[in-house]
């Protein structure tokens, strides 16, 4: 054997840059497992969100209890840090940075929301909301849900009251 016949320092410095690539590979891995296991169960959770509230809002809207309602943006906390990081992920990259835009353009649209004392502006936003987070669901999640819970998902949109509400086109090409 080879190493039989080098120095024992040659040896142990062998070993030694061995082990270090192969902890520094096996830390790879981690950090790439960690990120997707992060990045998915933040997606799961947005989109069980948007969902629920959206619900929430048409039947709010069915009662006229929009008003009750302060629109708190919804929270990317990990994709926000991990932004840098996106690259490294293994699925599509470009449907996690479509479907997290999509989340801060929700964010941003409702800042818009009119004063209550607006009553025409205020109506067409209440009109107009349930609208864009549907767009949202069934623009940006068919690769994150599997085929059922797609189909429950679309189900439940079109089940939904509020079919004159606008549905927001975005970049199909993007």
Do not use: C
């Amino acid at each position: 054997m080879i190493l039989a016949t080098l120095d024992t320092s040659i040896v142990v410095a062998i070993y030694g840059i061995a082990g270090s690539v192969a902890l520094y590979l096996l830390g790879k891995i981690f950090e790439y497992a960690s990120l997707h296991i992060a990045i998915r169960a933040e997606i799961g959770r947005t989109i069980e969100a948007i969902t629920n509230f959206r619900r929430i809002w048409v039947d709010a809207m069915e009662r006229s209890t929009t008003d009750r309602f302060t629109l708190v943006p919804f929270y990317t906390a990990v994709y926000d840090a991990q932004l840098e990081n996106v690259g490294m992920l293994l699925w599509d990259v470009k449907s996690v940075v479509r479907f997290f835009g999509y989340v801060k353009f929700v964010n941003a649209y409702q800042e818009t929301r009119p004063p209550a004392a607006d009553i025409e502006k205020t109506r067409e936003f209440i009109r107009h909301y349930p609208g864009v987070l549907a767009t949202l669901l069934t623009k940006t999640t068919r690769s994150f849900l599997n085929a059922s819970e797609y189909k429950i998902l679309l189900e439940s949109l079109q089940a939904s009251k509020d079919i004159t509400a606008p549905s927001f086109e975005i970049d199909k090409h993007s």
